[in-house]
């Protein structure tokens, strides 16, 4: 052994652990002064060579804030904290509490469900009731957490009450999540003591400089000549060089984007933002339906507009709502609003460009295709997320029949998805008559829904000047995706983690017919 043997952190972290039967990792840290990263990286390599060993270690689960948790402290509140103020000082109403640019709306309103959950607050959104004077288990929430973390001390999970630590753990961050109150993080505190060829390894290293990289400044001031040069072991596996490459989810899109080219398709493009007219009306879907209702669409705030339709296309369109036009058939029989015609919302189907497609006298026969980013609110799991793609397509035609559409849908779950089992399953699509969705099976998740199609309704072909059958489909591309690539976790293919990403084996040429 040789004093060339120990790094300049070795050193540092052996010299403090001599002075002491143990130290642990907060200790050493604090007492020779070096940052976390670096003390990390001694004690690993000490540990590595047996000049130090672990006598304790332990495993605590504590409590940081998130980017909303950080948000609220800037500003010395929580939304259900504000909220339970602005009832207790005499207000009453939701709306008048949101005038208060304090927070955005989204969060006067997220504050106010907490409130009533809790028993905080009672009564409506126009008629607001305090029912316990200090915000109840939210006044809980910010002395056990913020507080603390303000004087820099982050609580254990298992030192918060019951009622707050679910609360917590409700809104830390989930799978696929950003932008959380909270972050629980598991931290190992170890203790460390010096074993006798660490004594040694210190003994024989002296009080003389170790030099790691030779200066012209250590050349010019002799420096050089009263200390040792430190060893490099040429063997040690350098660190892994990471190349930037392609998103693999991003190149299964360009993949079926090709695929669709080849066959001769057109691409269809549209708007994120989108009127309820192409949305819904131009699809013969009722103002009344479920599918509007603020759970289902995400309406836009005043202000955001998208470019009404032709006005001919919009009285034959309105004229079907209400009583089924030219078509022969009775349409929804219901008073059709302009108004709420024009209001915005993020796209939710992709089917919203084959109406846009269909009005602008596209070629008969013609087939289109787009891939289709949209917006719905679900829960997240492994199969749904709230944005997703979409692969729409039309195919337009005198000739063309229901048995045309079965044979697409065989091929895209083959030769995009690479299925080896799938079926068609009857349902029903207020736009298609006949309507069918396509099952596949997927080796971990079992049967799912890939999306639907049908034959487009009169209701929707003829305000629109099209005259001849149209099939349609839309599928869920994120779906085919988990086949396709081997996944079994839809939240996979938006990780932010670089070390999943890295390790999928996707290969553009090869991803489409993959058998799962």
Known sequence: MTDTDLHPLELALLRWLSGREQSSDTESIQGTGLDEGSYRRAAQWLLARGFAGV???VTTTRVGLGSQGLENQEKATTPELALARFVREGGTSLHLAQQDQLFGKGQWGSALGALMKERVLGGSPDSLQLLIQDGGVFGKVWNETYEQIRHGEYPLIESLSPDVAAIVVARAPKRGKTGAEFIIEERTENTLVITDEGRKALSLAGERKTIGALTREILASDEWRNGTFRRYQVDIPPARIHAGRLHPYGCFLDRVRAKFTAMGFEEMTGPLAESEFWNNDALFMPQFHAARDIHDAYYLE????????????????????????????????YDFSPEKTLSTVLRSQGTALSARTLAANPSIPGKYFGIAKCFRYDQVDATHLPDFYQVEGIVLGKDINFRHLLGLLKLFAEEIAGAESYRYVPAYFPFTE????????????GWFEMGGAGLFREEVTTPLGIDVPVIAWGLGLDRMALL??????????????LARLRGMTVKPDGLLGRKV
Do not use: N, Y
């Open 55 to 57: 006598t304790a270690s």
């Open 302 to 333: 005043e202000g955001a507009s998208v470019e009404p339709p032709e006005p001919g296309v919009f009285e034959r369109v309105a004229r079907v709502h209400r009583d089924g036009g030219d078509t022969g058939g009775r349409g929804w029989e």
């Open 434 to 445: 006949p309507s069918v969705e396509l099952h596949v099976k997927h080796s971990v998740l």
């Open 484 to 497: 396709a690539m081997g996944l079994s976790d839809i939240r996979d293919l938006v990780t932010p983690d």
